[in-house]
């Protein structure tokens, strides 16, 4: 089921998706200041591109204060939008019974692009 979820969602936008993080992460990476929101935004890619069937954990070892500071900045610069986004993506797609398991994976990207320093994604 998982496949099929996955295959759907990287039909009708799933892959984009991928590509708009993708590229900022390359984008971010070019300057040695913006390697760590690069990675972190490659982290969003790889989830974004086949999200069924995998969940995102805290990771409480890593980074400590450094970790909040970092995500503090991603939450000024572009966190917050992109949360809104896949929240307000959520909603729409949970307005149909049939949209309710894509409206769950948007709902799951909430938690991840907003505060993504000390996150990590796992298969579930």
Not at 64 to 70: E, K, M, P, R
Request: net charge positive; aromatic share 12%.
């Amino acid at each position: 089921m998982n496949l099929l979820g996955n295959l759907i969602w990287l039909i009708f936008g799933g892959f984009l998706a991928a590509l708009g993080y993708l590229f900022g992460g390359l984008i971010l990476c070019i300057t040695v200041f913006g390697i760590p929101w690069g990675l972190q935004c490659f982290k969003l890619a790889s989830l974004v591109l086949w999200p069924f069937g995998k969940k995102i954990l805290s990771d409480s070892s890593n980074g400590g204060c450094l970790s909040l500071i970092c995500n503090i900045i991603w939450l000024i610069s572009g966190g917050l939008y992109t949360a809104i986004i896949h929240f307000i993506m959520g909603l729409l797609l949970s307005v149909t019974v049939i949209g309710i398991p894509w409206g769950l994976q948007h709902f799951k990207l909430v938690e991840i692009s907003l505060m993504p320093f000390g996150k990590r994604v796992v298969s579930a």
